[in-house]
C-alpha cells in the first residue's frame, strides 16, 4: 500500500467505523419501540447504510484497494435482510463489516507508521 493510498483508506476507514457503530446501536433500539416509530428507525438506518454504501464505493476508488468489496458484501447483507423485516438481526453483518473496517484502518496505520508519518 502506497502512502497517499494509505491515508485514503485510513480516513475513510475511521468515517465508515463511525457509521457502522451508528447504524448497529439503532438497530438494537429499535427493539424497544413501537411498531410505529420501529418502521420509521429503520427506514432511517436504511437510508444512514445507503450513504455508508456510497463512502465504500467512494473508499475504493480513491485508495484503490479491492479489500473494500467484503465490506460493501457484508453491508449488502445488511440492507437485505432490513428490507427482508429481519432489521435487528442484520447486525451481525455490520459487525462483520466493521471488523473488516477496522482490519484496514490498522493496515493503513502500520504503513504510515513505516513512513514516520504518524
Not at 78 to 98: D, F, N
Request: zero cysteines.
Amino acid at each position: 500500500m502506497e502512502v497517499k493510498e494509505a491515508v485514503l483508506a485510513f480516513s475513510q476507514s475511521e468515517k465508515v467505523k463511525t457509521g457502522l457503530i451508528w447504524a448497529s446501536q439503532a438497530l438494537d433500539m429499535t427493539g424497544a419501540l413501537a411498531e410505529p416509530e420501529k418502521r420509521g428507525a429503520v427506514k432511517t438506518i436504511e437510508t444512514l447504510l445507503g450513504m455508508l454504501m456510497h463512502e465504500i464505493r467512494l473508499a475504493r476508488n480513491v485508495s484503490g484497494g479491492t479489500h473494500w468489496e467484503a465490506v460493501a458484501t457484508h453491508l449488502d447483507q445488511a440492507l437485505i435482510m432490513i428490507k427482508s423485516g429481519v432489521a435487528q438481526e442484520s447486525v451481525s453483518q455490520l459487525t462483520r463489516a466493521l471488523s473488516l473496517v477496522t482490519t484496514i484502518g490498522q493496515r493503513s496505520m502500520t504503513v504510515l507508521k513505516t513512513h514516520d508519518l504518524v
